[in-house]
């Protein structure tokens, strides 16, 4: 099996963590931030997380220096260009790439300012390559409440035009969907489809919240529905799209190592599986690895693949039209 010409679909992939080194290094020395170093190679060592971190948290550190050059509108059209290039040159033809617009309020941006910034690299990065995509808008949970609101109320002219969807990311506690229920209820109103990471750091009991209260449409990771009941019949029982992120998962910790990831069990069971690369350089990762991963550890057959693929079209927030188009390429 040839797991480049194999067609793939990416539906969970975080803008700053997909970040090319080398940009990274060019944006650093056009906005005057002095880096550690000039070294591509260092400076790739710093934006990549160990193999297995202590802890999310540790992962989560590796966002820091990207984010310092990710505060102007060049930089953001420019990376988010290269994310959908990337992507397109290893046959991704659809990706949804996901943003937190307030972490580039640094130098004083608006949201709509960082949003149409993100959205110009999509539509030309649509123009030059063969690949489709959306963006999603991401609340962080540490973040105050009160500013969600007025951030979605800025993105929402961008609905339809390239943005998609509402995500709450970042670090995962117990309970947190209490907190955010009006949020994903005026989210809804507006328009937004609704992603909601859950069950990634052992909080089955989260996914089931973020179903029931915040009417997630998919969940980012989900996998510890495997020991919680509740959480899994609510991801069965509503044809709730798992966006697996496999490699992501094993730095984390959130499964010792990828033979133990629940993701082949889920597939056999009929929940839908989605396959992801999370971050692209944080994980070091791109969806030809993981698919080949996925396939060789799971055991999986092409006619699997292709029913992941399909899945995966299926669970995406593209158009009806898209979502032909993207089902016709197994033809």
Same mark, same amino acid.
């Given at each position: ?65 990207? /984010? ?18 990337? *992507? *397109?040159? @290893? ?10 617009? /307030? ?48 951030? /979605?109320?800025? $993105? ?7 943005? $998609? ?18 949020? *994903? ?57 798992? @966006?697996?992120? %496999? ?16 993701? *082949? ?6 929940? %839908? ?59």
């Amino acid at each position: 099996m040839n797991y480049f010409d194999l067609k793939k679909i990416d539906l969970h992939c975080h803008l700053d963590g997909s970040l090319r080194p080398a940009t990274l290094i060019e944006l650093a020395k056009l906005q005057h931030i002095e880096l550690p170093s000039e070294d591509v190679s260092v400076i790739g060592e710093m934006m990549i997380a160990p193999e297995t971190c202590n802890d999310l948290q540790q992962y989560l550190t590796r966002f820091d220096l990207p /984010l310092q050059v990710m505060q102007t509108e060049h930089a953001l059209e420019r990376i988010t260009y290269e994310v959908y290039q990337d *992507a *397109a040159q @290893e046959n991704v033809k659809y990706m949804e790439v996901r943003f937190a617009p /307030l972490l580039h309020t640094q130098l004083g941006l608006n949201v709509e300012q960082i949003v149409s910034a993100v959205v110009k690299g999509l539509d030309q990065a649509q123009q030059d390559h063969d690949i489709q995509g959306n963006i999603i808008i991401c609340a962080l949970r540490t973040m105050p409440t009160d500013t969600i609101i007025p951030m /979605l109320d800025q $993105c929402q002219p961008f609905l339809g035009k390239g943005v $998609c969807a509402f995500d709450l990311a970042g670090a995962e506690f117990a309970g947190f969907c209490h907190d955010f229920i009006s949020h *994903a209820d005026y989210a809804r109103k507006l328009g937004f489809n609704i992603t909601i990471h859950a069950g990634e750091q052992g909080e089955g009991q989260n996914v089931e919240d973020a179903i029931r209260l915040l009417h997630a449409q998919r969940i980012g990771h989900g996998i510890f529905i495997h020991n919680h009941k509740g959480g899994y019949n609510a991801v069965k029982d509503g044809n709730v799209g798992l @966006e697996t992120c %496999p490699s992501s998962n094993v730095q984390t910790k959130a499964v010792k190592q990828l033979k133990d990831h629940p993701a *082949a069990q889920f597939y056999r069971q009929g929940l %839908p599986v989605t396959i992801n690369t999370d971050n692209r350089t944080v994980s070091n990762t791109t969806m030809t690895k993981e698919v080949q991963k996925v396939i060789e550890h799971f055991e999986l057959t092409e006619s699997d693949y292709h029913k992941i693929y399909l899945q995966s079209v299926e669970q995406s927030f593209a158009s009806d039209e898209i979502k032909q188009q993207l089902k016709s390429l197994l033809k």
